[in-house]
């Protein structure tokens, strides 16, 4: 057995080679290391500023989007970021938004949450500034307040407007579909100061000769609080017919608040003063407030069977309606203009608001049958009282306004009643009948409305009558000679 011997030369000379082998180890591990740290460093890195944002309904959201910044340790790489959201900024709700850069041979995404918010609340808009003023009977679950409620998300949400009356103050509450309150409170006030409007029929001032008959034209009474007060009308009537004098009809009316209405007629006996041009016996039939679905297409057919003539003053209805004023026309009716509205409140608000009116019907009529029509009636006729109360002298100013814009307006001298007090087929033929006479103008005040029944089967006697007695049946054209009422305001 050999045994081998170390020398110190021998130690020395393995120590030195342990120690190189280290300084290998060493920068192989160095080299790793900074290679590592070469590949860490170009790893992108996404910052976002804020994490959440809320975008308020309607704002731009562009200028949300600017605040992310992308980076490594060596560059600044925001330009390689691609956004990728699905906000839409039409509808309120939780959207995200995706920010991705590919970089070498990294991929990185951050997100972020996106709210589309409604923080504005509705706008509620009432017609007063002041106190809620309502009848002293009215029901506020079932009365109709004139507010809109409009929003800047949800549009329209007067539907969504909630009434509620507590003690004496009511108030009104709006929310949108995202919770936003609106909430107005207004000091409620039951009460009535409104007297009763009682509008004459026909003529304020007649006059007649002594013997002659006096017939009531009667009247039309409403009221804000009440309604139809025809039956609480009480009339004192003083007319002596066989002598001669000034005589006064005074009808009183008095609502529930005891607000009291007082008109008088006046009636002249043995003084004749009748404004109707005389004829040599023309009867002019004249229709207000048509057409109808019940009554003007019997109506024409009547007219129609009897080759007579008539006059229509149409006013505004559905447009499945429109064919009735276009056959009118084709059958040689004359087709005039009574109102679109029909609303004495609209018609006679001012000069302006009733030209409006009336120009809207005649463009219809225009629209319909080619022409501009020019004959006019004014709703109530021209004597009516009723359009004080909301202008006062406006009638004086519109008669003589129309004809300087070239219409021309028609009353009537003969009323068959049928808007008032006439309620059979009999009662409207004795009043037609007996107001006819060979020495005047006849102009004859019906209506063709819906379910007007009792015209619709006294005329066809009505026009035999009149045939028997020797009248003639005509439409107003522009020739007619003009029947008018004395104007009262």
Request: net charge positive; glycine share 6%.
């Amino acid at each position: 057995m050999k045994v081998r011997r170390y020398h110190a030369e021998d130690y020395y000379e393995n120590k030195e080679k342990k120690h190189h082998v280290s300084k290998k180890m060493l920068f192989l591990i160095g080299f790793i290391l900074l290679l590592g740290l070469f590949f860490i460093s170009t790893i992108p890195k996404i910052t976002l500023k804020n994490k959440d944002i809320k975008i308020e309904y309607g704002e731009k959201f562009n200028q949300k989007g600017k605040d992310y910044k992308a980076s490594n340790w060596f560059s600044n790489l925001t330009s390689k970021v691609k956004i990728s959201d699905n906000v839409n900024l039409n509808k309120v709700g939780k959207y995200q938004e995706k920010y991705q850069i590919n970089y070498l041979f990294w991929k990185k995404t951050a997100t972020r949450d996106i709210e589309v918010v409604d923080s504005v609340k509705p706008e509620l808009t009432l017609p007063t500034k002041d106190d809620i003023v309502v009848c002293p009977k009215t029901n506020i679950e079932n009365y109709q307040f004139d507010y809109k409620a409009t929003d800047n998300y949800d549009g329209d949400v007067t539907d969504k407007v909630k009434v509620t009356e507590i003690k004496d103050q009511i108030q009104f509450s709006v929310s949108d579909s995202s919770s936003n309150e609106t909430t107005i409170v207004k000091k409620l006030r039951r009460e009535d100061k409104e007297k009763p409007i009682l509008t004459l029929k026909g003529k304020e001032t007649i006059n007649l000769n002594v013997g002659d008959t006096y017939q009531e034209s009667g009247y039309t009474v409403t009221d804000n609080c009440d309604g139809n007060l025809n039956k609480k009308v009480t009339v004192k009537n003083n007319v002596n017919m066989k002598k001669s004098g000034t005589y006064q009809i005074q009808y009183t009316v008095k609502d529930s608040s005891n607000n009291t209405t007082n008109v008088i007629r006046k009636v002249n006996v043995g003084v004749i003063n009748n404004q109707s041009p005389k004829s040599d016996g023309v009867i002019y039939l004249t229709f207000d407030d048509g057409p109808s679905k019940t009554i003007t297409p019997k109506l024409l057919d009547i007219l129609k069977s009897e080759n007579v003539k008539a006059t229509f003053f149409v006013i505004n209805h559905a447009s499945s309606l429109d064919y009735l004023i276009k056959r009118e026309y084709k059958e040689g009716h004359t087709v005039a203009l009574h109102s679109y509205t029909h609303n004495y409140k609209t018609v006679y608000a001012s000069d302006r608001a009733y030209f409006q009116d009336l120009e809207k019907i005649q463009a219809k009529v225009k629209n319909l049958i080619g022409i501009n029509a020019n004959i006019i009636r004014f709703p109530g006729g021209s004597s009516n009282t009723v359009s004080r109360h909301y202008s006062k002298g406006i009638m004086s100013r519109l008669v003589k306004e129309v004809e300087n814009r070239g219409y021309r307006y028609f009353d009537w001298n003969v009323s068959s009643g049928d808007a008032g007090d006439v309620f059979t087929k009999e009662a409207v033929y004795r009043s037609v009948v007996n107001g006819l006479s060979h020495t005047k103008t006849n102009v004859v005040l019906m209506h063709d409305y819906e379910n007007n029944y009792k015209t619709l089967n006294a005329i066809r006697d009505i026009i035999r009558y009149g045939k028997k007695q020797g009248y003639q049946f005509r439409a107003i054209t522009s020739n007619t000679p003009q029947v008018k009422h004395n104007v009262n305001n």
